[in-house]
Structures are given as C-alpha cells and as structure tokens.
C-alpha cells in the first residue's frame, strides 16, 4: 500500500532526527543556570539554531546541484566554485548572528518585555557561538558531501536529514561553549 | 565561475533576516516563560524535538508535493486525491513520532535525576496534542507553499523548507505553551 510505504520510508529517519534533538534538548536543560545568570540568552536559541540549518542545508543543497551540473566532484572537490561557497556561507552566517543577538537585546529591553541584558555579552556570544558553529557545521558539510560523491550516491538525499540533525546539536553546544567562556572572561 | 560568495549572501540575507524576526518572538516567549522552565526542565528538553519533527515533516511532505507537481501526479487542487492522502499520512507519521518521543524524554529525564512535576501520562498528552496540532499547520502550511510557489513559477524545493521550518518553531513554541496552559501544569 502506497501510504504505508511512505510511513515505512520516512519515520524512521524523522525519529533519529528527533533523538538528535533530544540530545540538543538535554544540553539546555544542563545551561539552566546560564539562563537565568545571563538575561537574553534563551531568546537566542531558536533563532541561532535556525539559521544554521538554513545557511548549512543551503549550502549543501547548492553543492548537490554543483555536483549534479559537473561543476565539483570527489577528485576536484577543492576549487574556486567551493570556495566562494564557502566563503558566502561564512559571511551570511557572521551577519546574521549580528543581527540576532541585536534584535535579542533591542526586544528584550523594550515594553513589554523589560528585561535588561548586558548587550556587549549577549552580542559576543551569539557572534562566538554562530562562527564557530559556521565553520564546523561548513567543514561537516564538505566532509558529508566527499563521501557521499565518493560512494556515488545522491548528495540530495543525503545532506539535509544528515545536517539537520548535526547542526542542532553542535549549535547548541557551541552557544553553550560561548556562553560559559564569555561569563568567565567578561 | 557559477558561484560567487556576494551573490549567494545577496540571496540570502532577505529571508535569513524575515526568519530571524520569527524566531527572536519565539525566543521572547521562551523567556517569558523562563521560570515556569526552570521549574519543569522537561519542557525546556521537548522544545528543540517538538520543533525537529514539525519541521521534518513539513519538509518531506513539502518535497514530495514539489516532486509530485513537477511530474504531473499532483495537479493544483485543493481537492486532489493524492496531495490528500499524503496529508493526512504526514499527520500519521507526526502523531506516532511524538508520541514515541515523548515516552522516551520523560524516561530520559526521570533517569537522569530531573526535577519532573508531571507524570508520564500528561506529558505525553501534553505532547501528542501539540505536535498533532502543530503537524495540521505545518502540513497546510507546506501544501500552500508548494502550491503558491508553482503556480508562481518558483521552485516549490527552495520555497518550502525555510518557510516550514520558521514557522514550525514559532507555532510550536506558542502552541506547545497553551496546551501546557489548558492542562494547568505548573501554575
């Protein structure tokens, strides 16, 4: 039957990802005590983990139809074309963080909010943990999409559930890593 | 050269930015109910799987809608028989994802020594219900996205995950809080 093949097929991998967010979701249970020492830092997390799957399944998305069209493959994975991939998922992934963590700060202080961050901690955080992030998530991604041409299969099927289910996890490890780094040094 | 780096942040930025702006108020409500979290850790714990699963769910169901379209199977009606029948097996796969998940969160958290306050029953019905709400608009979500963009001429493929996703977090978050509400945990 046509629906419970489609059940059979996607469930099981709908149900790891969701294992991976269990892990994702553990690790903010365990920065309890960071949300409450640093005002602003929750209102970050949904937006920081998004914008990693974008930018990453984007990038992803966009080496699959480079590998699709000719353009890289396992033997000349490492040229200009990757590069400026590269490069602007970077650079997206720097502006965008600037852009969280000032919304965060800008929402939070306003009515009816008013709550009162400390924006200069707020900021490198969020700017900390997205680079960071950006640059693991950015070499996963090219280390994924090696092997997948190296196998021969299809980098579309491969690179979104994959990325989806990394990204969260080291994205909140990394706003976790950022966060505790930057209340020891500030 | 195909690709330069100004032209891929150029695209980008526009819906990167409209994406951050809905999460920055799903995150304003997570710290709205700040306490209440602390108080009930395992919310805090449910808030990135509730989100995971909506937003697979809306993906995959927005990917076959863009594959059946292009092909021709699925034609641009809100009645078509097909775009149905994934529908309603979308809501069947997110029923027994969260379902699933849900007993196995809370016997992580009562293994792992958290403070729980609930009980397995009402954490699972808390649970299912969200995600059964939040499946219902994420899938009409996508159908309307993949539908919208094709009959557009857009691509459905590069329309529906960022749109799914975004919303999926901000509607899970709202919708995961006012069923916790309507039951009268942690008042």
């Known amino acids: ?186 | 050269m195909i690709y330069s780096w100004k032209k891929i942040v150029k695209h980008g930025i526009p819906l990167l930015v409209l994406a951050v702006v809905i999460e920055i108020f799903a995150g304003q409500i997570l710290q709205g109910k700040q306490e209440m979290l602390i108080l009930l850790p395992i919310f805090l714990i449910s808030v990135p799987v509730v989100n995971s699963i909506s937003g697979n769910i809306g993906s995959v169901l927005g990917a076959r809608l863009a594959s059946g379209l292009h092909v021709g199977y699925i034609s641009l009606n809100l009645k078509d028989k097909e775009m149905h029948d994934n529908l309603l097996t979308a809501l069947l796969i997110g029923v027994i994802t969260y379902f699933v998940l849900a007993i196995v969160i809370y016997y992580m958290a009562l293994f792992g020594g958290l403070r729980m306050g609930i009980d397995l029953i009402e954490f699972v019905a808390i649970l299912v219900i969200t995600g059964f709400l939040l499946v219902c608009i994420v899938s009409i979500m996508s159908v309307l996205t993949a539908f919208l963009s094709f009959k557009r001429g857009l691509d459905p493929d590069d329309m529906v995950a960022p749109v799914v996703t975004t919303v999926g977090d901000a509607m899970g978050i709202v919708i995961l809080f006012l069923v916790i509400g309507i039951f009268g945990v942690g008042i």
């Open chain 1, 1 to 186: 039957m046509y629906a419970k093949e489609m059940v059979k097929q996607s469930l099981p991998l709908i149900v790891f990802c969701g294992l991976g967010a269990i892990v994702a979701g553990s690790t903010l249970g365990v920065m309890i005590d960071l949300f409450e020492s640093i005002p602003g830092l929750i209102v970050v997390i949904p937006g920081i983990i998004a914008i990693r799957g974008n930018i990453s399944t984007a990038l992803g998305s966009r080496l699959g139809s480079a590998y699709h069209l000719g353009i890289i493959d396992a033997d000349n994975l490492w040229n200009e074309e990757l590069k400026q991939n590269i490069v602007g998922s970077l650079v997206l992934s720097f502006l965008v963080a600037t852009i969280i963590g000032i919304l965060a700060y800008v929402t939070s202080i306003l009515p009816p909010i008013n709550v009162y961050p400390d924006p200069v901690k707020l900021i490198s955080i969020v700017l900390i943990a997205g680079f960071i992030s950006a640059v693991i998530l950015t070499l996963l991604t090219i280390g994924i999409i090696y092997l997948v041409f190296k196998r021969g299969y299809d980098p579309d099927n491969i690179t979104g559930p994959a990325l989806a289910t990394f990204g969260d996890v080291i994205t909140i490890f990394c706003i976790f890593g950022s966060a505790v780094l930057v209340e020891v040094m500030v």
